[in-house]
């Protein structure tokens, strides 16, 4: 079955020029230009990508990544002109899988995209195969993106959630923080601790009852992140 991609650019000739060529390379391509637009077409169309402008009319590509991540896990790449590493960060943080700056190579942005796409779905069997993990004192669901803490429940993230999930379905493993960044965001190539850090403190404001001394996300010194607790 074609994947469908969404392209979410205002330049029209940018706009022209992925249309012809992601269809020319088997695709189904759907074309919006502004931020607004995003939001209606994902909902409605379902795409297995959105390549994804930061700077649209109507709704930046910054605000549209983080409204999409409070509800999906749509794999995102940014697609910007955008170059300061500041700017990689902030989108990284907010959940896009990947940010490739123009102008770009036609057979690496081509390369990328089949790599985010394939990794989803490899992501998304395994992690079928198991649906429900418990924790003393947390439970996570699969199926409904649910995760309670002493019974309450907690509204995190698409990137939250995995991050817990994958630390909780390996709770032996120490992940480094590169490790971390292409498990999570399917990327090795940006090697900057800072987007794990501030993943793994706003993850931690949410679940544990001591920020400063966490029983679920435990900092390995000098290395990375593991589970500190064994599941039930």
């Not at 939001?39 to 930061?54: E, F, H, V, W």
């Not at 902030?90 to 770009?104: E, M, N, Q, S, V």
């Not at 796409?117 to 947390?138: C, D, F, H, M, W």
């Not at 292409?182 to 679940?207: C, F, G, H, M, S």
Request: hydrophobic residues 40%; glycine residues 6%; aromatic residues 6%.
């Amino acid at each position: 079955m074609e994947s469908t991609i969404m392209v979410a650019e205002d330049d029209i000739c940018i706009q022209q020029f992925l249309h012809i060529l992601l269809t020319r390379e088997g695709f189904n391509v759907i074309v919006v230009g502004k931020g607004t637009d995003v939001l209606l077409g994902y909902r409605k169309s379902n795409p297995d990508l959105l390549l994804l402008d930061i700077m649209m009319p109507g709704m930046d590509g910054f605000e549209v990544c983080r409204t999409i991540r409070e509800e999906s896990d749509l794999p995102i790449i940014i697609l910007s002109a955008k170059d300061q590493n500041t700017d990689k960060v902030l989108g990284l943080t907010l959940g896009c899988d990947d940010y490739i700056t123009k102008p770009f190579e036609s057979v690496e942005l081509l390369l990328r995209i089949r790599a985010v796409i394939r990794r989803a779905k490899e992501r998304s069997y395994q992690n079928n195969v198991r649906t429900i993990v418990k924790l003393p004192g947390l439970t996570m669901n699969l199926i409904d993106r649910v995760t309670e803490v002493e019974g309450r429940e907690v509204d995190l993230t698409p990137k939250e959630f995995a991050l817990l999930w994958l630390l909780s379905t390996h709770p032996k493993q120490v992940f480094t923080r590169d490790q971390l960044l292409y498990q999570i965001w399917d990327e090795d190539r940006y090697n900057n601790p800072a987007v794990v850090t501030t993943l793994v403190k706003r993850l931690r404001e949410k679940i544990e009852a001591e920020v400063t001394n966490p029983l679920y996300v435990v900092t390995v010194q000098g290395i990375g992140y593991k589970l500190g607790v064994m599941p039930c």
